[in-house]
């Protein structure tokens, strides 16, 4: 049956996008399908309707190229989750207006590319009636019955080569050099990166932090005759009793805005032990660029295989890694729950087994 396929990538961007979508336009090119690219995020469902028929031939270079060609946003209308986990339902004049646009546009299908919030809207969307399939991304790697997203490689990628260049200048200047990464209310991007960058100190939101341990491993490696030191904090990280840092206020239907805690860490280090201690904040630089080859090939798998549920007629269903293969589960599992870093997991482990502070 012929098909005509809408795509749509929303919430923040991230290395990959445009590889999902080449794969789903090029598979779906294949099977003598069309594919309708919907712009600006799921905004672009509604009035102004925005979308641009998309050809695989005219897409040259999506393969490695950032960002998403098709815009993105998250917020409007269509915002799914306004804090820590809490889901925000979907106004149904606006599930309504999403449903004649898919009308209009003639889609028999949508494939949602996104993380917990927008493959939430995508969950709401199929319970409205219209076809969806999902497709997970985020740089911070915390939906669950997937373990993996797309981006999240290309994330740890930039992270690491941060800490090689701060380890060459801590070094140098005999200093405490503090990284604050992102990757909200979960700690992967930092105890990946902190454990591939050699940190002596590894800060995540799973294990409140306190400083004594941080200027006991701190001192340790003074003694050691290591005067200097690396430190990954991840942006959702907090003091034992303390609350996240957060910055730019809480706007309404936004996520609070996390940020600020490696100068606040850095400050405090400095204080206690009298070293120099310098903060850095790695922010965007990880959601931009192109992906790593590892995210290339699971992006690519990801497009191909989001066109076979469509064409199984299998919607609902979200695309997911197992380790070793891509599957797909009900988009409702990956909606329900954040993923998080397991405190007996191996690069927890890892970590500690290496002498790695983990602020416990
Ligand atoms: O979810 C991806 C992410 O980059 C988080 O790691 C970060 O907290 C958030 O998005 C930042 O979003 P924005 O670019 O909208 O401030």
Redesign the pocket.
């Known amino acids: 049956m012929s098909q005509r396929i809408g795509i749509v990538t929303g ?2 961007d ?1 290395p990959g996008l445009n590889a999902v979508i080449r794969a789903v336009a090029k598979a779906a090119d294949r099977r003598g399908w069309q594919t309708v690219g919907i712009l600006g995020g799921y905004e672009g469902l509604l009035e102004p309707r925005a979308s641009r028929e998309l050809d695989y031939r005219e897409l040259g270079d999506l393969l490695n190229r950032g960002g998403t060609i098709l815009g993105t946003s ?1 917020r409007g209308r269509f915002a799914a989750k306004v804090g820590h986990g809490e889901a925000k339902g979907i106004p149904a004049e606006v599930l309504g207006a999403a449903k004649r646009g898919c009308a209009e546009l003639g889609l028999s299908a949508l494939v949602c590319i996104g ?1 917990d919030g927008s493959l939430s809207i995508a969950q709401q969307l199929q319970e409205y009636g219209i076809p969806v399939v999902g497709v997970p991304k ?3 790697n915390d939906l669950a019955a997937t373990v993996m997203t797309f981006g999240f490689d290309s994330a740890v990628a930039c992270a690491t080569d941060a800490l090689d260049r701060l380890h060459t200048t801590a070094e140098s200047h005999q200093r405490v050099m503090v990284l604050e990464v ?3 209310y979960a700690g992967w991007i930092a105890i990946y990166s902190g454990v591939a960058g050699g940190a002596d100190v590894i800060l995540i939101p799973e294990i409140p932090f306190g400083y004594d341990s941080i200027c006991a491993k701190i001192d340790e490696r003074e003694k050691l005759g290591r005067h200097f030191s690396i430190v990954v904090v991840a ?1 959702g990280a907090r003091p034992e009793g303390g609350d996240f840092v957060t910055s730019g206020g809480q706007q309404k239907n936004r ?1 609070a ?2 940020g600020g805690v490696g100068a606040q860490v850095a400050a405090e280090i400095e204080r206690r032990t009298g070293k120099e201690t310098r903060a850095v904040v790695l922010g ?1 630089l ?2 931009g660029g192109g992906p790593t080859n590892f995210d290339r090939a699971l992006c690519t798998v990801f497009g191909t295989t989001a066109v076979d549920l469509v064409a199984e007629q299998r919607f609902g269903e979200m695309v997911t890694y197992t380790g070793t293969q891509v599957t797909s589960v009900p988009l409702a599992d990956a909606v329900g729950e954040l993923r998080r870093v397991p405190l007996d997991g191996g690069f927890v482990r890892a970590a500690r087994a290496l002498g790695v502070c983990l602020g416990d």
């Open positions: 919430g923040g991230c998250n993380g985020t740089i911070d992102m990757g909200r942006e996520e805005r996390l965007h990880q959601r």
